[in-house]
Every structure is written in structure tokens, then in C-alpha cells.
């Protein structure tokens, strides 16, 4: 039985991660392998629950084991283990049971950030993920109201001394619009929403989060630069209209983070085209292709589009995000393809960080 099992693993160590580029075998993905007469059942331990390349896998693992002799069927099972970047910000903050932390940016206001960022971390969830989300919109925060929370009242661990995140939809979320009343402005100096963003970091009680979504105020002032220097992101998604002038803005946003070290894992194109409902002919409303003609010539992946949809904006405003009361319609569907994007180059963007992959091998 011996060889059999050294057959197995031997055949499995010539399967490769798609995106990761190495073998599955060195890099602890196969977790479990067991031998019953002429069947064998393999687990593997994917780096997230939204991997868009897990049929491939499977395909590929149940070619390989096929070519041995006496293996006559044969049984994949898929868990997943979302593997952590640790940060390297100039200030540190320590921010334990955190896996990843990924800001959500735009250089202007008005392309959809908010509304995007609470479909791709529903999403997230859905498939598994623990997902918390940060409304760090000081000023403006829509996250409240967008993921139904707007009346939600935040409680205090008073053993830990921190806030306790209100869930909605299998997400964490904590948002200056739960500290404020609706009718009142917030007017503070920069450094007062820096502090405050480090405190919604810190002083909350997060537990085991896989992917942490900060949702940025538009443009790249104090709070970017908080985020960016205070702790380690795993990398930043930035959400932008297809038109030039859109482009042109968007690229400021990211060579801003370029500049202080963080990596880009995307771009993602709102408002994209517009279907006639009547007639399902397609609409580029606000012209096409700007998000992908921006990741080409910055050399970044371009996440997909969502469509510009009426139905985004009225669910958005019931407070129930279009992936959790639509999640069969092709918005959707946008989003969650979006969603399996990020969560891949996650996976990439982690497994290219020498700590990152040191933590990886030490189980």
C-alpha cells in the first residue's frame, strides 16, 4: 500500500497551481490521500474558498491519478485555508486574525466604490470566506445603509475594551455611520481621520477575518495614507467609469500606491455597458474598454465589469446588496466573477512574499 501511496503523491506532484505556478505537493496542498482497493479520495487545500480554477484543478489532479495502474475511481475533495500576508507598514499595527487586508479605491468620487465593495465582500462570503468590511469613508460613509444597517446600533466587548462589528449578510462591518447621527456632518482635520481609521483597525473586535475590505474615501488624501503606512495591505483594487478622463484619474490612484509599496491586484471597470431590458441589446453608455486599456498599459489585471443597472442602485439603497437578493442575475453573476478575481490575486500577490510563503510550509 506503501507504493501505492508514494504513486499518488508522485502523480499529484506533477499538478501545478494554475495562478501559483508550482506543484501542489510542495506547496502543502494535498492534505489527505486515502487508498481503498482500486478508489482513492485526495483533499485539496486550496489558498482561498473563491478559487475561479478549482474545476481545472480538479481535472487536472483526476487525469494524473488516472494514468496509474489499479486506480479505478476516483474522488477530489476541496477545503480551503486563505493564507495570510504579513503587513509592512511603516507604523505597524498589529492586527491579529487578520489574513488580508485590501483597500478599495477609486481616484474620484461617483464610479460605484461603495456599492462594489459590499457586492464583492457578499460575495466573498458566500463562498465560504470570512470577510470583514471597513466603510473608512469618514465623511460620506453609504456602507450602512447599502448592506441594511443603517439603524444598527454598535455594542462594546467591555472585556477586551473594543468594538463589536455588526454583521450583515455573513460580513463584518464597522462604519463612522454607526457612531453618527444621520442629520450631522463630520468635520475633522485630517490627522482626527487618521486616528480614526487606526481605531476602527484596532479597536475592533475583528476575530478571524480572511479578507478584510477597506472601502477608501475617493481621491488619495489622509486616509490612504493612513491605511498605506499604518499596516501592510495586501494590495489594492481600484474601481473606475470605462471613459478616458476616468482613466486618466484612475492611474493617479495607483501609481499613489505604487509609491508607498502596495501592490495593485486589479482593476475593476463600474457602470460598464447598459442591456436594454426590452430588447437585450447592449449599450456602452459611458464608452468601453477604459478599465482594460488602463490595466494594459500599467501592467495590471483587469478584474472584469460590472453593468451599469438600475437594479444595482434600488437594491443598494433597500439596503440588500444585488448578490444576496438577485444572485441569479447577470449583475450578479459580474460581481461574483470580480470577486474570484480578487480572491486569486490574493492568493498570488501572498504566495510572492518570501514571509508569505515561509508561514505557508511551517504547518
Known amino acids: 500500500m506503501t507504493d501505492i501511496n508514494d504513486q499518488i503523491i508522485a502523480a499529484l506532484g506533477t499538478v501545478q497551481d494554475p495562478d501559483l505556478h508550482r506543484d501542489l505537493v510542495s506547496l502543502k496542498m494535498i492534505k489527505d490521500v486515502v487508498v481503498t482497493e482500486d478508489r482513492v479520495s485526495v483533499t485539496v487545500e486550496l489558498t482561498t474558498p473563491a478559487c475561479p480554477l478549482k474545476d481545472q484543478i480538479d481535472a487536472d ?25 504579513q503587513g509592512r507598514g511603516v507604523q505597524q499595527i498589529e492586527l491579529p486574525g487578520i489574513a488580508n487586508i485590501i483597500a478599495i479605491a477609486s481616484g474620484k468620487g461617483g464610479v460605484g466604490k461603495s456599492t462594489v465593495s ?27 445603509m447599502i448592506m441594511g444597517a443603517q439603524n444598527a446600533e454598535l455594542e462594546v466587548d467591555e472585556q477586551l475594551e473594543q468594538l463589536v462589528p455588526i454583521e450583515r449578510y455573513g460580513v463584518k462591518i464597522i462604519s463612522m455611520g454607526f457612531l453618527k447621527r444621520s442629520t450631522s456632518a ?5 490627522p482626527m481621520v487618521s486616528k480614526a ?18 472601502d477608501l474615501p475617493p481621491g488619495t488624501g489622509d486616509v490612504q495614507l493612513t491605511l498605506s503606512q499604518a499596516i501592510g495591505l495586501t494590495g489594492a483594487v481600484i474601481v473606475m467609469t470605462p471613459q478616458d478622463v476616468a482613466a486618466a484619474i484612475a492611474i493617479n490612484a495607483i501609481s499613489m500606491f505604487r509609491r508607498l509599496d502596495v501592490p495593485i491586484l486589479g482593476i475593476v471597470e463600474n457602470m460598464s455597458y447598459f442591456v436594454c431590458p426590452t430588447c437585450a441589446t447592449r449599450h456602452d453608455i459611458f464608452s468601453h474598454g ?60 501572498v504566495s510572492k512574499a518570501p514571509v508569505a510563503l515561509a508561514m505557508a510550509g511551517s504547518d
Do not use: M
Open 61 to 85: 489532479c483526476r487525469r494524473a491519478l488516472g494514468n496509474i495502474a489499479g486506480i479505478e475511481h476516483v474522488e477530489i475533495n476541496f477545503t480551503a485555508s486563505v493564507r495570510s500576508q
Open 118 to 144: 459590499a457586492n464583492i465582500a457578499c460575495a466573498l462570503a458566500q463562498t465560504g470566506a470570512r470577510v470583514g468590511l471597513l466603510d473608512a469613508d469618514i465623511y460620506g460613509p453609504s456602507i450602512p
Open 186 to 190: 463630520v468635520i475633522w482635520r485630517g
Open 197 to 214: 481609521v487606526q481605531q476602527f483597525l484596532r479597536d475592533v473586535r475583528w476575530g478571524e477575518i480572511d479578507y478584510l475590505l477597506v
Open 290 to 349: 477604459g478599465g482594460k486599456q488602463a490595466a494594459d498599459a500599467l501592467e495590471v489585471p483587469f478584474l472584469g465589469e460590472i453593468p451599469l443597472d438600475g437594479q444595482i442602485r434600488a437594491e443598494a439603497d433597500e439596503g440588500t446588496p444585488t448578490v444576496v437578493i438577485s444572485p441569479d442575475s447577470p449583475a450578479s453573476d459580474a460581481f461574483g466573477v470580480v470577486a474570484r478575481a480578487i480572491a486569486q490575486q490574493v492568493s498570488i500577490a
